[in-house]
């Protein structure tokens, strides 16, 4: 086989452009970023020789190896893992296979300054050595195979891959240096790199220095030191190696458990919203080890998805060594690890929402809705999510809490109301929050899409009922209203039943009822889910999914009080003006569906009457 000639994939093309254009500001994280790979490497081989065992036994030791070679100006980067051939080279080096990394350069904006905050919150792994590396080769073979491959580029929309002799499984990386990038070359500045960036790295990194190897990192498992001999920046580096990430995480829980079981976890939150945290593919990346050895990346049985946000590791000391992925599952042992740091976790946080609450806002912002999940989804950790949980609220701009919400209840309150929507922005412009606003009661605004999910599931808090603004009667009379203020809804005005029953005539089964309403004050008409319906959000929601086909009829309230009802119920008495009427039956409820932001079933019709509405109001 000849040599072949292999464009990148149009999205590598872009973001080695950023990178060889723009750079970083700290080039020396390239050289995380290949030993990261390189141990990487190396722990997937060594899981794999859990079966076979023969792929390694005649070279057992993995390290990576750092050779310079000043007259060359090439740093060459060596492992004995896994290797790659042919295929891996060009699925793995040529294009971006991971689906965060993808979801990273569909957001790339093409304005260097803001794509340079990107990459720098996502990092570019393999391709960041061509910030450096002006040529860049990579021989490999893979464990179990006999022929070698070797692949180049340049890092300019193309590479080449071509069969080449390599001596023994794993991978080499040569860099041929860019100019004035010499400070590589130099053993000193070598070792500097290693010592901040991969210094957590629990295999052996080895410098070759005239002919002599020495170790130049800690080589042993960061987990496995005391917290006391680990500092901040030495676990910020081992969470970018686990978690493929730049930033630096907000919290950090190092923990060991002694007794019937015994494990370790080293477990970070990021401070950063990774691009893929709704992704379905999405699998959490906490690494699961035995006893030092590397078993598996994604592991649904380590944790439950509603804390996929975590990064990190936890390490058991009781699983089998050959346990294979498929024993993961019912594994009681790993049910009891998967408890125990659940359990773990969410103190953690509570002690967090309780000692910063304005920090706690940051991880609330970026992975509230995901450990919302949570609240249907594990029964028995519902109570202490419940507290964990913050809400916007018509109350005003902060987040408050469930405890917080039932705080300040209103005398004869007895329920926990709450609008869902798209928007905080939209909810709050919501027509069925008039009343509640008037009689100063708050109301949640929810706008997670899990939302619709939690509340039904969990149905009360400290017993107080939740319940939607948009569906069912409100019963707000009960409600105190504010002092000074006795405004009890006054008794309707005459003909407003006439209005109602000719109301209930015109729109037939466009609606399911037409009432009164106690919920408005300053908007004449809403639509609200009948008690027992699916509301009104939920049902677009899984109208645009396409869960269901059509709605349930929804119920047009009126508000009594407002100047155009008054007067429309005026007018049902005065003879001749039944078809008016009836065209403003038809106008209100389009304007609440309007409101309510659906769209209209007969646009034309709406503005046929709208226009005559207008033009007999300018002829008067
Ligand atoms: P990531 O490490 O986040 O997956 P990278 O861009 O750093 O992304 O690497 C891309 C892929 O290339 C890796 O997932 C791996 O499959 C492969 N790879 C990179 N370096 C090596 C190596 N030294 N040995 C084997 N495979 C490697
Ligand atoms: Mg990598």
Redesign the pocket.
Known sequence: MQEEKHGFQAEVSRLLDIVAHSLYSDKTVFLR??I???S??CD?LRYLSLTQPELTASDPNFRVTLSADRAARTLT?A?N????NHD?LV???GT???S??SAFVGQMTGDAAKDLALIGQF??????AFMVAERVE?T?RKAGEDQGWRWISEGKGEFTVAPAEVESR??R?TLHLREGEDEFLDSNQLRRVVTKYSDHIALPILLIENGKEHTINAASALWTRPKSEITEAQYAEFYRHTA?SFDSPWLTLHARVEGKIEYTSLLFVPSAKPLDLFHPDRKHCVRLYVRRVFITESCEEVLPAYLRFLRGIIDSEDLPLNISREMLQHNPILAKIRAGVTKRVLNELQKKADSDPEDYTTFWNNFGAVLKEGLYEDSDQRDPILKLARFRSTAGEGLVSLADYVGRMKPGQDAIYYITGDSTEAVARSPQLEGFAARGVEVLLLTDPVDEFWVPAVGLFEGKAFKSVTRGGADLDRIEAPAGETKKSEPPAAGIDNLIALFRLTLKDAVKDVRLSQRLTDSPVCLVADEGDMDIHLERLLKQHRQIEAGAKRVLEINPAHPLVASLAKRIGDNGHGDEVAEAAWLLLDQARIVEGETLPDPAAFSRRLSDVLRRSMAA
Do not use: K, P, W
């Open positions: 970023e290949l990261s790979n390189a990487d490497a997937r980067i492992d893992g896994i290797g790659m891996d699925e793995n080096l971006i296979a991971r965060g990394t990092g570019v792994g393999f391709y960041s990579v490999s794993g991978t990386i493929h």
